[in-house]
T-cell receptor, first 112, second 112 residues
Framework: NAGVTQTPKFQVLKTGQSMTLQCAQD?????MSWYRQDPGMGLRLIHY???????DQGEVPNGYNVSRSTTEDFPLRLLSAAPSQTSVYFC???????????FGSGTRLTVV | DAKTTQPTSMDCAEGRAANLPCNHS???????VYWYRQIHSQGPQYIIH???NNETNEMASLIITEDRKSSTLILPHATLRDTAVYYC?????????????FGTGTRLKVLA
């Protein structure tokens, strides 16, 4: 098992550009989430999904879209990148509602 | 939503037990307590979780008070590799969905 795979690992965007952060898991996990982490801070929840076709907003959803067409993939779309979206983005998944999350290694995004 | 309170930082001597406290006085009866850690800028790593009873696994022990208003994560023999930020999280479940809210955690430094 590869676990949770995030691509790319690093990305630099110009203000106004759009892009998709990829997240894939091969553990047949139902629950998936996206978090962002800013310097010196904890993780903040952006969006999450409890299964294919079901998504919901977290603490800081503005400027981001998600979809969950398959159990394996949970991409995060930045619609029009802003410098305030410079952050490290983590994707996580878990099998059930009680199980602990497995996190990916992160995508480091800089918006200039 | 149940909130958690943790000390900002702690030191522990290598080889000694590290005891990390967490206060969650507003926890509901069906909410679990989870512990994660984050080493450097890697993705968070799941450690352990519990509801009422004390729990132990190969990484750590979790002690939950009888009134469930606080808990302690115990690393029995801390090593330098245990230096990390430790997050205590109460899983919130509004409207039947489940998500984690991370705080800023405790920065544990294991000293040689």
């Amino acid at each position: 098992n590869a676990g949770v795979t995030q691509t790319p690992k690093f990305q630099v965007l110009k203000t106004g550009q759009s892009m998709t952060l990829q997240c894939a898991q091969d553990m047949n996990h139902e629950y998936m989430s996206w978090y962002r982490q800013d310097p010196g801070m904890g993780l903040r929840l952006i969006h999450y999904s409890v299964g294919a076709g079901i998504t919901d907003q977290g603490e800081v959803p503005n400027g981001y879209n998600v979809s969950r067409s398959t159990t394996e993939d949970f991409p995060l779309r930045l619609l029009s990148a802003a410098p305030s979206q410079t952050s490290v983005y983590f994707c996580a998944s878990s099998y059930g509602t009680v199980d602990g999350y497995t996190f990916g290694s992160g995508t480091r995004l800089t918006v200039v | 939503d149940a909130k958690t309170t943790q000390p900002t930082s702690m030191d522990c001597a290598e080889g000694r037990a590290a005891n990390l406290p967490c206060n969650h006085s507003t926890i509901s009866g069906n909410e679990y307590v989870y512990w994660y850690r984050q080493i450097h800028s890697q993705g968070p790593q799941y450690i352990i979780h519990g509801l009422k009873n004390n729990e132990t696994n190969e990484m750590a022990s979790l002690i939950i008070t009888e009134d469930r208003k606080s808990s302690t994560l115990i690393l029995p023999h801390a090593t330098l590799r245990d230096t990390a930020v430790y997050y205590c999280i109460v899983r919130v479940a509004p409207s039947g969905t489940y998500k984690y809210i991370f705080g800023t955690g405790t920065r544990l430094k294991v000293l040689a």
